[in-house]
């Protein structure tokens, strides 16, 4: 049974930092990456950062050089985030990543399969 656990959340003054982790266990077939995504109250989901099995990261424009995210090895996904702004408020949550077929069977994308169940952010002024 896959399972993702997510730590490292709780509440920050803006300007301040965390670090958020997040462990995978048990066997992935087929992955390529993984993500963290946030959401907050009244709004949807929205991807933050997301790094490919061979460590090429991409980051959400809002993140602006505040974040980094990095993965220890294929089992620990980290999401160091600095500067943390009131907007920053919300749940976090890590997702790992598997090529999944078209239905036309022509090609593959890595898309998101796993979630954790996140952890809480909470900046305030």
């Known amino acids: 049974q896959v399972r993702l656990v997510e730590s490292g959340g709780g509440s920050v003054q803006a300007g301040g930092s965390l670090k958020l982790s997040c462990v995978v266990s048990g066997y992935i077939s087929g992955r390529c990456g993984m993500g963290w995504y946030r959401q907050a109250p009244g709004k949807e989901r929205e991807l933050v950062s997301s790094i490919t099995s061979d460590d090429i990261p991409t980051y959400a424009d809002f993140v602006q050089g505040r974040f980094i995210i990095s993965q220890d090895n294929r089992w620990k996904l980290n999401l160091e985030m600095n500067s943390l702004q009131t907007e920053d408020t919300a749940v976090y949550y890590c997702?790992?990543?598997?090529?999944?077929?078209?239905?036309?069977?022509?090609?593959?994308?890595?898309?998101?399969?796993?979630w954790g169940q996140g952890t809480q952010v909470t900046v305030s002024s």
């Open positions: 997702s790992s990543r598997v090529w999944t077929r078209s239905p036309d069977g022509i090609s593959s994308t890595c898309r998101d399969r796993y």
